[in-house]
């Protein structure tokens, strides 16, 4: 079965950090993009950044909530494990969203990403 499943969301206190895990089965990461996006109440979901397939490169989403992030939130990816991995640092409470995994064989930096996870909840207090 072809699927995501992201796990390590929490309450973790500003200023704090999280890192997320997103689990591969089905396919490889290696030959696709992945990315990172988050949702909260009453907004679109929104994407934060990516990982290409070609080198790894990361790609913050070009907007504000990619602008906010750069510096403090990391994607990683170990292929041979076929997971993906988003460390978040000095977590902020407008940071508090559902973080969703995705993955698309032209998935970054192009927004094409047709695996879906079910998302995990993060909250930061302030």
């Known amino acids: 079965q072809v699927q995501v499943v992201e796990s390590g969301g929490g309450l973790v206190q500003a200023g704090g950090s999280l890192r997320l895990s997103c689990a591969a089965s089905?396919?490889?990461?290696?030959?696709?993009?992945v990315g990172w996006f988050r949702q909260v109440p009453g907004k679109l979901r929104e994407g934060v950044l990516c990982s290409s397939k070609t080198d790894s490169r990361t790609y913050y989403a070009d907007s504000n909530l990619g602008r906010s992030v750069k510096g403090r939130f990391t994607i990683t990816r170990d292929n041979a494990e076929n997971m993906v991995y988003l460390q978040m640092n000095n977590l902020k409470p407008e940071d508090t969203a559902v973080y969703y995994c995705?993955?698309?064989?032209?998935?970054?930096?192009?927004?094409?990403?047709?695996?879906w996870g079910q998302g995990t909840q993060v909250t930061v207090s302030s």
């Open positions: 995705a993955a698309g064989l032209f998935g970054c930096p192009t927004y094409e990403y047709d695996i």
């Open positions: 089905g396919f490889g990461v290696a030959s696709y993009g």
